[in-house]
């Protein structure tokens, strides 16, 4: 019984941090799909990517202009973020949140030129916009190439890989977005569900035997 309770108090502490995926809160287009990837972080860092075409439609006949895209950032547990955000078309990035203090890096990627606010500077700004300079000019699915002659966004996680030092932990892609939440993780030490639940288990089962042992204890009535 004790060595099932100790089982769960194990799990819930060796239990590495999980990357929350970044939720498409908002978009003008929302007949378009999303692709991406979740993973499992071994480290104290989260990289999280997003690639989308456009934040608002320009329209036909209309120049591409800058459009808003808000990004709200939860609290991230003790861990540091570091972001990776691509568009073709000109956008304006626009971040708030409680988490924003873990925030260490943003890399901005595209083919036109971004913008942002709400970022102090303490952030790392990596600038790979812009004819001549971008990664890729533009990706919105996984793990594919988008089409359109936009690619897949292999290049531009790798290159995030090796800017921040560890693996992108999740990639989510869409052609049109304008809200953008990146949600919080599970720090390493606080118990997940299934570790709960095994806890739990395990002290009721740790009590059953006292009370057991107890009665055994107690004489029988002459």
Known sequence: MYKLLAAGVAASLAAPAVAGPVVITGSEQPGYGETGFSAVSTDNRQIRAVGI???????????????DAKVVVENQGGEDLYLVLSAYAPTNWIFSGAGLSSLKGVLFNGYS???????????AITDKTGIGNYIVSCTYTYPGASGGGCAAPTALLQFASNLYGGPVDSFIGKYSANGLLVTGTAAPGVPEPRSWALMLLGFGAVGAGIRVQAKKRVPSAV
Do not use: D, H
């Not at 075409?53 to 459009?67: D, I, Q, V």
């Not at 030129?113 to 970022?119: D, E, F, K, P, V």
């Open 113 to 123: 030129a971004q913008t942002y606010q709400g970022l102090n500077g303490s952030v």
């Open 53 to 67: 075409y456009e934040a608002g439609s320009s329209g036909a006949g209309n120049p591409l202009r800058p459009f």
